[in-house]
């Protein structure tokens, strides 16, 4: 059975330069839990990677500045600001959600 998803929406605000970023390279981007490395961790890092999530069904999406934002329900909570900018040079540029 399919677990329900919240409905609920939120608040993201993007640099000028990740929307650059992100329209150059396809306009899709997805919110969610960050991958994370090693063990005996209580925290859940949100990150954000190009594309469309691997499983759809789970994610709210939306549009934003001519870009489409798919969230995860699950891990991001509707009473927090998501702030995403760009680091990094040259080709080793990473997206970072504050």
């Known amino acids: 059975m399919k677990p329900m998803i919240p409905i ?3 608040k ?13 390279r396809g ?6 839990e960050a991958p994370q490395t090693g063990c005996c961790t209580n925290f859940v890092f949100v990150g954000a ?3 469309k999530p691997k499983e759809e069904g789970y ?9 489409t934002i ?3 329900p699950f891990i991001l909570k509707k009473d927090k600001k998501y702030e995403l900018d ?3 040079l040259f080709k080793w540029k990473t997206i970072v959600v504050h």
């Open 49 to 51: 990677e190009l594309g």
């Open 70 to 72: 798919y969230w995860d």
């Open 86 to 88: 760009l680091e990094g």
């Open 27 to 32: 306009g899709v981007i997805t919110i969610a």
């Open 8 to 10: 609920f929406d939120i």
């Open 59 to 67: 994610y709210r999406v939306m549009e934003q500045d001519g870009i």
């Open 12 to 24: 993201v605000e993007m640099t000028e330069r990740v929307k650059e970023y992100i329209k150059d």
